[in-house]
């Protein structure tokens, strides 16, 4: 490189990502979890049911029925937002935040590493609460879906791999 020259080895150097997360909304129940409490659920109101069927009160019967349809479209809504997503990709020429809604909808804001910082926003009950990349002015929050203790440890690790691309890599 002394002649001024980029040579691809270098070029790919500097396009190599030297930290990369993806963020993803936290869901406690796996779809095997929300078939069976669902069946469980279908199986409760169809028996919870019956007496007052018996008794001549249908009417009855139709509303647990709705509450069931209540509770299945929540479950859906809620896995449906959990498709979304954020990627964080730090290079040492760039700090890439791309922000993926479950509707596909993409946002993306582009760093210098050189001049950005994670701002962490703690309470003393909770922990930490938010954070943020701020760059010229420009500030961003981003993890807002990990709980406290997975914000600190993104914070961590993407604050010593932002302190080594200062460094010089």
């Known amino acids: 490189m002394a002649s001024g020259k980029l040579t691809s080895a270098d070029s790919e150097r500097f396009e190599r990502p030297v930290f990369s997360a993806v963020i ?9 979890g929300f078939r069976i409490v669902m069946v469980l659920v279908c199986l409760t109101s169809l028996v919870a049911s019956i007496p007052f069927l018996v008794m001549g009160f249908w009417p ?10 209540g509770l299945y479209i929540a479950f859906r809504v809620s896995y449906r937002q959990g498709e979304a997503f954020e990627l964080l990709e730090l290079t040492p020429i760039r700090l890439l935040l791309r922000k993926v809604t479950h ?6 804001w582009r760093f210098n590493p050189l001049w950005t910082r994670v ?12 954070l943020t990349l701020t760059s010229r002015g420009q500030k961003v929050v981003f993890a807002h879906d990990l709980s406290p203790p997975e914000r600190e440890s993104l914070a961590d690790a993407l604050g010593r791999a932002l302190a080594d691309v200062k460094r010089g890599y």
């Open 24 to 32: 993803r909304p936290h869901r406690s129940l796996s779809p095997q």
């Open 60 to 69: 009855v019967a139709g509303f647990f029925g709705l509450d069931f349809l």
């Open 103 to 108: 509707r596909g909808e993409v946002r993306e």
């Open 119 to 130: 701002n962490r926003q703690e309470d003393d009950e909770f922990g930490l609460q938010e």
